[in-house]
């Protein structure tokens, strides 16, 4: 499944400043784009998900996940 993530904030984990007015586009879980949202074309069909207000870092779930899961054992 693709989704366009339409986000008012990306913290990218590679030491650069935030970005504002993000567009994140996902296939499959994998981030396949990224940028501001006039540089990222959303796919036809995609699941728009608008999250205005939100900050998005990716990866920090699964990492989240990832712990939860060990914690269980």
């Not at 913290?11 to 996902?26: F, K, L, Q, S």
């Not at 006039?38 to 995609?46: K, L, R």
């Amino acid at each position: 499944m693709t989704r366009a993530f339409l986000v008012g904030t990306v913290i990218d984990g590679t030491g650069a400043p935030p970005r504002e007015w993000c567009t994140v586009v996902t296939e499959g879980g994998r981030i396949t784009a990224y940028g501001v949202r006039d540089e990222v074309e959303v796919p036809h069909g995609a699941e728009v998900v608008e999250a205005p207000d939100a900050t998005l870092i990716p990866g920090l779930i699964d990492l989240a996940c990832a712990s939860s899961r060990e914690a269980r054992r």
